[in-house]
């Protein structure tokens, strides 16, 4: 189904085919669950994106494996969280969607930046035009981005295979 959005009202969720942001009907993207359920019982504080990070390190059902590349990839993590947007690839497109969205905490399954690492190629300047307007953007919004790949494939099923 090309465009539109798949929505499943059983669950009260939506997914933008398009843009790959998926959301929960009061408000919440699909890991959002986290933040709601932070959400009850301190209504009057944010969590942070390292508190929504840390419940879903406790929640996935894997043992946290130091290292990994499910890390903070931009932004501040103790940034208070207002929406969170969670995505296959955190393109510009979808950056930009998730801040008009309100959604500042973007979790992403594949690099944000470049290689697996999220290294910068070898050679490139760091005054290359796309990783700079990216980054701005990244900045100019508050946005914090986290990477969700390594635990999400140890779990069994493989959470990508699962859905």
Same mark, same amino acid.
């Given at each position: 189904?090309?465009? !539109?959005?798949?929505?499943?009202?059983?669950?009260?969720? =939506?997914?933008?085919?398009? =843009?790959?942001?998926?959301?929960?009907?009061?408000?919440?993207?699909?890991?959002?669950?986290?933040?709601? %359920? +932070?959400?009850?019982? %301190?209504?009057?504080?944010?969590?942070?994106?390292?508190?929504?990070?840390?419940?879903?390190?406790?929640?996935? !059902?894997?043992?946290?494996? +130091?290292?990994?590349?499910?890390?903070?990839?931009? !932004?501040?993590?103790?940034?208070?969280? +207002? !929406?969170?947007?969670?995505?296959?690839?955190?393109?510009?497109?979808?950056?930009?969607? %998730? =801040?008009? /969205?309100?959604? /500042?905490?973007?979790? +992403?399954?594949?690099?944000?930046?470049?290689?697996?690492?999220?290294?910068?190629?070898?050679?490139?300047?760091?005054?290359?035009?796309?990783?700079?307007?990216?980054?701005?953007?990244?900045?100019?919004?508050?946005?914090?981005?986290?990477?969700?790949?390594?635990?999400?494939?140890?779990?069994?099923?493989?959470?990508?295979? %699962?859905?």
């Amino acid at each position: 189904m090309p465009g !539109g959005k798949k929505h499943d009202p059983k669950q009260n969720e =939506s997914f933008d085919l398009e =843009s790959g942001i998926a959301e929960h009907g009061d408000g919440c993207g699909l890991m959002g669950l986290v933040l709601c %359920a +932070t959400r009850a019982v %301190a209504q009057e504080k944010r969590p942070t994106a390292r508190e929504v990070v840390a419940a879903i390190q406790e929640h996935i !059902g894997v043992p946290w494996k +130091t290292q990994t590349v499910d890390t903070f990839k931009a !932004g501040n993590p103790d940034t208070p969280v +207002t !929406g969170i947007a969670v995505t296959m690839m955190a393109t510009l497109d979808v950056l930009q969607r %998730a =801040s008009a /969205n309100g959604q /500042n905490l973007v979790i +992403t399954h594949e690099p944000t930046f470049f290689n697996h690492y999220d290294d910068k190629p070898e050679g490139m300047d760091e005054s290359d035009a796309v990783l700079k307007e990216k980054r701005a953007f990244i900045e100019k919004h508050g946005l914090v981005i986290w990477r969700l790949h390594d635990h999400w494939h140890m779990r069994k099923p493989d959470g990508i295979q %699962a859905g």
